[in-house]
């Protein structure tokens, strides 16, 4: 079974999706690759506890707290090698940025390979489906640039000034 529902925030309307015990996705509005994965046998139902738990979670991160990512149960779907990349956005803290290369460095070592491209690594963070729980704005490019946001860069500079980043620091570049 596959539920859904839908939560209000202070960037706009965002939807939830659960498999019942744990959250598999948080996607705002418009957003791309919005609803991946959830198909269309999905029951609406905003009960669901876990959906409970992430509508609190989130009124308490947009009003300044910083709840922990554990205190969830997640399950996003997706490949060994995105599921990698998420666990190293949870790792990066509240109020701090890293780049895709720092992460694709940590990727590498992680596999005991030289490198890693920063574009897969973008791939990845891109295709996170957790957003804002799994702290994919928290990546930014070369030299703080703010580029590529599923969510538009907008919201990217938004969520991170609400946990304390200076974005003016940050260039805003689009890709």
Known sequence: ???????????GKVLLASDGSYLTGVWFAGQKYYAAGIGNDIIYNQHIPI???????????????NPK??????????????????RILCDIPYG???TYGD???????????????????GGAVGHNPISIIIPCH???GAKGSLTGYAGGI??????????????????????
């Open 103 to 121: 992460i694709a460095a940590e990727v590498a070592a992680y596999n005991g390979i030289k490198t890693m491209s920063a574009q897969a690594i």
């Open 154 to 175: 907008e919201k990217k500079q938004r969520l991170l000034a609400a946990e304390g980043v200076d974005v003016r620091t940050l260039s805003a570049l689009v890709r």
């Open 1 to 11: 079974m596959k539920y859904a529902a839908k939560a209000q925030t202070p960037l």
């Open 51 to 65: 959906f409970t738990q992430t509508v609190s979670w989130l009124q308490r991160y947009f009003s300044g707290e």
């Open 69 to 86: 990512i554990d205190e969830l149960l997640l399950a996003p779907a997706g490949s060994t090698f995105r599921q990698i990349v998420w």
């Open 96 to 98: 701090h940025v890293r």
């Open 138 to 140: 928290r990546v930014v």
